[in-house]
């Protein structure tokens, strides 16, 4: 349903996309990542069509926005991240109203509220001035007028900024149910909102694509490997833990080593480390401890965190 090519923007000097490329097949809800500046609302502003990209190809249901952009919105709903509407309009005339500027029959409109309206949880409150409602209810409001033409591909651009947990919770069901028959980009800074949406994540940084893989894969994939921890005890022979760190190095599959600061619950002598491996290492390090006369106290697979892997793939 998305089909982004080498795509590249430039603003004068500066070069805010330096050639990424995507596909985003139907019914995915994909996370959007990065830190300020990375080139996250340039690409969204040229797949919806603000903006055009200074080179590359960008095409919504098959319709490159730049040279077919009008069949290209007409695939596209989009919530930025301040829901846009009248707040002196009450919800059904707000609804109506963009109903016309989609240019839906007037047969077409009155159903395309009503179904809106109940995929949004909005029913009750139609004939309610927008003005009077919370944020939460503004922000259904503005996904129901994102989907009122029924677009197969949804761009939702920080949807719960600003919400209170409750809200939030509600605004994720919304988009887990919408996005269950429809193509959906996430773009936010909230790590947990992507972990309990998100099919699949594409982190950018730096104008450059940087990560692009399913939610609980992004750690095993972008850092290479799979992160091990093992704990020990110095036994009969006092191997220092740099030697311990050295022996664990020598393993077949092992690409780094790194301490771990004991925790309180460990004993003081402990020696602890994150072991990034090609393959599933656990049954050797346990083998370790026998052979160089160490005891083992922790051994378990370490699973990244996506706020870690965020931090480490954007770092500057």
């Known amino acids: 349903m998305i089909e982004v090519t080498d795509l590249r923007r430039t603003f004068g000097t500066f070069e805010a996309l330096k050639g990424i490329s995507f596909r ?19 690409t969204m502003r040229i797949l919806t069509g603000f903006i055009p990209p200074t080179s590359g190809t960008a095409r919504i249901g098959g319709h ?42 007037p047969s077409e409109r009155e159903k395309a509220i009503d179904r809106a309206a109940t995929e949004c949880d909005l029913t009750d409150r139609l ?19 994102a989907i009122l033409h029924e677009p197969p591909v949804l761009i939702l651009d920080e949807p719960t900024s600003g919400l209170d947990p409750n809200q939030i919770a509600v605004i994720r069901d919304l988009i887990r149910r919408i996005g269950a028959r429809r193509t959906v980009i996430l773009s936010t800074h909230i790590m947990q909102e992507v ?21 609980d894969l992004l750690g095993e994939q972008a850092l290479g490997g799979t992160m091990q921890r093992v704990t020990y005890l110095p036994g009969r022979v006092r191997l220092t833990p740099e030697t311990v760190a050295e022996r664990i190095s020598g393993l077949p599959g092992v ?3 790194t301490a771990r600061a004991a925790t309180q619950a460990e004993e003081p002598n402990a020696m ?12 050797a390090l346990f083998q370790l401890a026998t052979q160089e006369g160490l005891v083992l106290i922790e051994l378990g697979a370490e699973k990244s965190s996506l706020d870690e892997v965020f931090r480490r793939l954007t770092a500057s």
């Open 24 to 42: 985003i097949g139907a019914g995915e809800i994909v996370g959007f990542l990065g830190p300020n500046g990375a080139g996250k609302s340039t």
């Open 64 to 105: 490159e926005v730049v040279a077919d952009t009008l069949q290209a919105r007409r695939q596209l709903g989009y919530l930025p991240e301040s829901a846009p509407s009248y707040a002196e309009m009450r919800v059904r005339d707000y609804l109506d109203f963009i109903g016309r500027v989609r240019e839906l029959p």
């Open 127 to 145: 004939n309610q001035v927008i003005g009077t409602l919370s944020k939460g209810y503004k922000q259904r409001v503005g996904l129901a007028a």
């Open 195 to 215: 972990q309990a949406v998100c099919d699949r994540v594409l982190i950018l940084s730096q104008g450059q694509l940087v990560a692009d893989a399913p939610t």
């Open 255 to 257: 690409q780094r080593v």
């Open 272 to 283: 602890s480390f994150e072991v990034l491996a090609d393959r599933d290492v656990r049954a």
